[in-house]
């Protein structure tokens, strides 16, 4: 018989609660993950998981008593409600946004330039004198 991971028969690991919670000695890394020797908070840290799951506490109260002893900056992971929402989202309206702008700019660069409609000559004063003598050498041959 297969048993679900939200099961009470599922045994916590020290390693699942620890992947949740964020290392406190600025290697900004999960307590799971600190590679520190003797680091002062991970190893205590994994130390009071372990008497915690022994205890009998399931992963969610270990983490909220860290969060209680804490705050929400022992979270690896921010809460999805209220402003840490924002944390969740922002990121994927920034990708949204610069993909428009992309695009955007992509469209301008590709539009053919706009080719100046061509407008009539206007007549010099040296070209209307040239045409009168044009036209004064026409009507002499003319006669």
């Known amino acids: 018989m297969l048993v679900s991971a939200s099961s009470p028969t599922h045994a916590v690991t020290v390693s699942e609660v620890a992947r949740e919670l964020s290392c406190r000695c600025g290697c900004s890394m999960t307590v799971d993950g600190c590679n520190h020797t003797n680091c002062p908070f991970a190893v205590p840290a994994r130390r009071t998981i372990d008497e915690k799951i022994a205890s009998g506490m399931g992963k969610e109260a270990i983490i909220q008593s860290f969060v209680a002893q804490y705050g929400e900056v022992v979270l690896a992971a921010p809460t999805k409600k ?53 036209e004064k050498e026409l009507k002499e041959l003319d006669r």
């Open 82 to 134: 209220g402003f840490n929402l924002t944390a969740w989202i922002l990121p994927f309206v920034a990708i949204l946004a610069g993909a428009g702008i992309v695009r955007a700019v992509i469209k301008r660069w590709a539009r053919p330039e706009a080719q100046p409609a061509h407008e009539p000559a206007s007549e010099a004063e040296d070209d209307v004198e040239y045409r009168a003598r044009v």
